[in-house]
């Protein structure tokens, strides 16, 4: 829905049902009507992404981080190093972090620094209150780019934050990660 023509995006799935259910214009019709091009790659995405040109990317968004289920594998020393293979002169990195029970903030936070990057988070404000009823969440993402300059852009916009440097959290690798220090005991009305 927010392709213009001439650009090209691509989204990575891991479900192919998934995948299915969005070409599929009896129920969406997205894709089809979208006038950028659109390719949609089935499988783990940081496996398929491997196979990507490098430096294609002018903004990477990760949207796999909202479920009480973390797919750690994509917030690694490692998988920010093939993000940054990928990612375009000046382009940005964009992580859906608004998980009820577990805050990625520091863990991205410790990445960022850890790969010499630059880093902006933005919390929405305030929700109505019958949103909140309704169990819906704030929504929290968390920015990197190769320097202040690419957050050029976003300069003078109130919502985009330096990252607090607290609570602490260790660097993730593949080899390891400790989820017990972003758990949210009992859970949260909102990020």
Not at 92 to 118: C, K, N, Q, T, Y
Not at 139 to 156: C, H, I, N, V, Y
Request: charged content about 25%; hydrophobic content about 45%; overall charge neutral.
């Amino acid at each position: 829905a927010y392709g213009k023509a001439g650009q090209h995006w691509t989204f990575w799935e891991i479900d192919p049902v998934v995948g299915d259910i969005a070409k599929n214009p009896a129920y969406f019709t997205f894709l089809r009507d979208c006038p950028a091009k659109v390719d949609v790659v089935l499988g783990d995405g940081r496996l398929t992404l491997q196979r990507a040109p490098d430096a294609r990317f002018a903004l990477m968004a990760f949207d796999a981080f909202t479920s009480e289920s973390i797919p750690v594998h994509l917030v690694t020393r490692e998988a920010i190093r093939l993000y940054l293979r990928k990612l375009a002169p000046g382009g940005l990195m964009a992580f859906h972090i608004s998980a009820r029970f577990v805050d990625l903030r520091p863990v991205l936070r410790e990445l960022a620094r850890d790969a010499g990057l630059a880093a902006r988070v933005r919390v929405e404000g305030e929700l109505p209150e019958e949103m909140i009823k309704a169990h819906k969440n704030k929504s929290t993402w968390f920015f990197m780019a190769r320097s202040e300059q690419d957050f050029e852009p976003l300069k003078g916009n109130p919502e985009f934050k330096v990252p607090d440097a607290e609570p602490k959290a260790s660097v993730w690798t593949d080899d390891f990660s400790n989820i017990l220090e972003v758990l949210r005991l009992g859970g949260v009305k909102g990020p």
